[in-house]
C-alpha cells in the first residue's frame, strides 16, 4: 500500500511540474536593442512610393514616446535597424497608406521582420518565421476567447459600460474574470493550444494577450462607467463648462473585483509579462487611475497666500532643502506637530492607502512600474529643471523597487535624464571659431539665436513648435531668431508640414554628417534638443524658449 502511495505521489508530482508554465521570455528581452526592419512596397502606380515610414515607440517605462523614420528607396524597398527601449508594441505610419499597414507590429529584441505592403491590395504580409509574424498571426486566438465565450460576446464592453446600467457591468465583469479563470486553467494543463511550430517566446506573448485582455477590459469598462457619475454643465456665472454630480447614479461594488484579483494577485500584478501585452501602456494607465490612485490630498501641507515660496513647493513635493536650512525647519515643522514628510514617506503613505482601499499587497512588478511611470512622466518631467530636486526624487523612490527589469530602466532613465539636463557647456566656451556652427549661425549676426535640433519622426519635437508659434510671433522687431534644424535627408516631408502648420522661423536644413558632427560638438543625443547662443556667440543650454528674452535684454 505504501508502495502504490509512493508511485500515486510521484505521478502527481511528475504531473505538477508538467503543468507549470515556463516562460521562454527572459531578463535579456525587457533590455534595449535593435530590430531589423526590412521590406518592400508593391504595386505602387506609378512609383509613388511614400518617402518614410513612420515608427511610433511607446517606452512603457518612462511613459514616453520614441519616433523613427525609416526611409523608402527608389524602388519602394526599405532596409533599416531599428533600435527600441525594450521589446514592445510599435505602430507604424506612411502617408497614403492608412489601412494598409499594420496598424500595430509587436518589435522584439533581436527579431528580423519583413514586410511586403501591397498597395494594390490595401494590406501588408508579414513573411513568416518572425515573432512579429506569430504574434500578428495568432492573434484571434486569444480574441477569440472573448468574442466566442461560454458567456457570450464580449467586444461590446465599450457600449455597455457607456450605455449598461450597475448590474449589467457588474455581470460582465464577473464573465470576464470567469474567461480569464478558463484560460489560466488552460494554460497550466497544456490545453491552450497554439501552432505546434510557433516560436515559443510568441506562444508566451500570445498567452500573456489572453489573461491581460480579460484584466484590461474589466478595468476599462468600469472607467467607462464611473465617469458617467458626471457630466458637462454649463455655468453661467464663471461662463465655464464644468462637470457636475448625475442625480441618481449608482456607484458599482467593487466586492467581487478586488476579491478576485486578490485570488489571482501574484499572476496579475507580479508578472513582468504584464509589460509584453499589446496594450500594456494602457493596461498600467488603467491599474494606475482606477485601482491605485495615488492621492497625497491628506498630507499636503496647509499653505496660505503668505507662506514663503520655498515651503509652499515643499508642501506639495515633499523634497527637503539639500543643504541643513534652520529658517525652513523653523517654518515647517510647526506646520504638522513637528514632523517633516520626505518624498519616501508620501509614496509609503500612498502605497499603505491602496493596500488598505484593494487588500492588495501593492509591492511587486506592476506598483513599481507605477512607481517609475509616476515619477519620470510627471515628478521629474516637472522639475527637470532643477537637478538637486530630481536627484532627491531618484534616491526617495529607490527603497521601493526591487525588480532587476524595473531597477534597470529606472536606472537607465535616470542617466538619460543626466546626460540630457546637466551635461554643461562651460560658460567660456565661445563658438565664433567653429566652422560648421558659424556657417549656420552667420546669416543672423547681431541677433539672440535659439537653435532647435528636430526632425519629422519626432513627435515632441513637433508638438514644442506648434507650442512656440504664438511666442515666435509676439517677438517679431526683437533681435531674436529661432533657428529650426534637421538634417537634409528629411527635407520634402519636412516642408510638406511646416507648410501646414505655419511653423516661423528660420528653417534649416543640413547634411548627416553635419548633425553627427554637432550632436559631438554639443553634446545631445536625443532630440528634441535646443539651445541658446547669445550675441556673443556664447552656448547656453536653456531647455526653454522664452529664456531668450533675458539674453538680448542684458
Excluded at 527572459?26 to 530590430?35: D, F, K, M, P, S
Excluded at 516631408?493 to 548633425?515: M, P, Q, V
Amino acid at each position: 500500500m505504501k508502495k502504490l502511495f509512493a508511485i500515486v505521489f510521484l505521478i502527481n508530482i511528475c504531473l505538477c511540474a508538467g503543468a507549470q508554465w515556463t516562460p521562454a521570455i527572459n531578463e535579456y528581452h525587457y533590455r534595449a536593442g535593435t530590430v531589423c526592419f526590412r521590406g518592400e512596397f508593391v504595386n505602387v502606380p506609378a512609383d509613388k512610393y511614400p518617402p518614410h515610414i513612420l515608427l511610433i515607440i511607446e517606452d512603457n517605462f518612462t511613459r514616453t514616446e520614441e519616433n523613427v523614420l525609416v526611409t523608402v528607396n527608389n524602388d519602394g524597398s526599405f532596409n533599416s535597424d531599428v533600435h527600441i527601449p525594450h521589446s514592445a508594441t510599435v505602430y507604424l505610419r506612411a502617408d497614403g497608406y492608412k489601412n494598409s499597414l499594420p496598424n500595430d507590429l509587436y518589435f522584439f529584441v533581436g527579431d528580423t521582420i519583413t514586410l511586403t505592403v501591397d498597395a494594390a491590395a490595401h494590406k501588408t504580409a508579414i513573411a513568416p518565421g518572425s515573432i512579429a509574424y506569430w504574434v500578428d498571426h495568432c492573434r484571434d486566438i486569444h480574441l477569440k476567447r472573448y468574442s466566442e465565450s461560454p458567456y457570450g460576446d464580449f467586444s461590446s464592453w465599450y457600449e455597455v459600460g457607456r450605455k449598461g446600467n450597475r448590474d449589467d457591468v457588474e455581470k460582465f465583469c464577473r464573465n470576464l474574470g470567469k474567461v480569464i479563470e478558463h484560460t489560466i486553467t488552460d494554460i497550466e494543463k497544456g490545453e491552450f493550444l497554439l501552432p505546434a511550430d510557433i516560436h515559443p517566446i510568441a506562444a508566451d506573448i500570445i498567452r500573456i494577450n489572453a489573461i491581460f485582455t480579460g484584466l484590461y477590459h474589466i478595468l476599462d469598462i468600469r472607467s467607462v462607467y464611473n465617469k458617467r457619475k458626471y457630466a458637462p454643465h454649463f455655468d453661467e456665472a464663471s461662463g465655464r463648462t464644468i462637470p457636475k454630480a448625475v442625480d441618481g447614479f449608482e456607484p458599482l461594488d467593487d466586492k467581487w473585483m478586488l476579491k478576485f484579483l486578490k485570488k489571482h494577485e501574484d499572476l496579475l500584478f507580479d508578472n513582468p509579462l504584464a509589460a509584453f501585452y499589446e496594450y500594456a501602456s494602457v493596461l498600467i494607465n488603467r491599474v494606475e487611475y482606477e485601482l491605485w490612485y495615488f492621492d497625497f490630498s491628506d498630507i499636503i501641507l496647509p499653505v496660505t497666500g503668505g507662506t514663503p515660496q520655498n515651503i509652499e513647493d515643499y508642501a506639495f513635493e515633499f523634497v527637503l532643502p539639500t543643504e541643513y536650512d534652520k529658517q525652513f525647519l523653523d517654518t515647517a515643522l510647526p506646520m504638522r506637530a513637528d514632523t517633516l514628510l520626505t518624498i519616501n514617506d508620501a509614496f509609503s503613505y500612498a502605497i499603505e492607502h491602496c493596500k488598505k482601499n484593494t487588500g492588495l499587497q501593492c509591492t511587486g512588478f506592476m506598483m513599481q512600474w507605477q512607481i517609475m511611470r509616476r515619477l519620470f512622466s510627471f515628478s521629474i518631467k516637472n522639475q527637470q529643471a532643477n537637478p538637486n530636486v530630481v536627484a532627491e526624487y531618484v534616491a526617495e523612490a529607490m527603497p521601493f523597487l526591487s525588480n532587476p527589469i524595473v531597477t534597470h530602466h529606472y536606472t537607465k532613465a535616470y542617466r538619460e535624464y543626466v546626460k540630457k539636463f546637466e551635461v554643461k557647456t562651460t560658460p567660456e566656451e565661445n563658438l565664433a571659431f567653429d566652422p560648421v556652427i558659424q556657417r549656420i549661425i552667420a546669416p543672423y549676426k547681431g541677433n539672440v539665436l535659439f537653435l532647435d535640433f528636430w526632425n519629422m519622426g519626432c513627435g515632441p519635437c513637433r508638438a514644442t513648435m506648434m507650442e512656440q508659434r504664438n511666442f515666435i510671433k509676439d517677438m517679431q522687431g526683437q533681435p531674436v531668431k529661432f533657428l529650426y534644424i534637421t538634417e537634409d535627408k528629411y527635407r520634402e516631408a519636412s516642408e510638406e508640414w511646416l507648410s501646414k502648420t505655419y511653423i516661423e522661423g528660420e528653417h534649416i536644413y543640413i547634411s548627416s554628417k553635419d548633425w553627427e558632427y554637432l550632436q559631438a560638438k554639443l553634446r545631445f543625443i536625443g532630440i528634441p534638443f535646443s539651445c541658446i547662443i547669445d550675441m556673443n556667440g556664447t552656448l547656453h543650454r536653456d531647455m526653454n524658449h522664452t529664456m531668450v528674452i533675458e539674453y538680448f535684454n542684458k
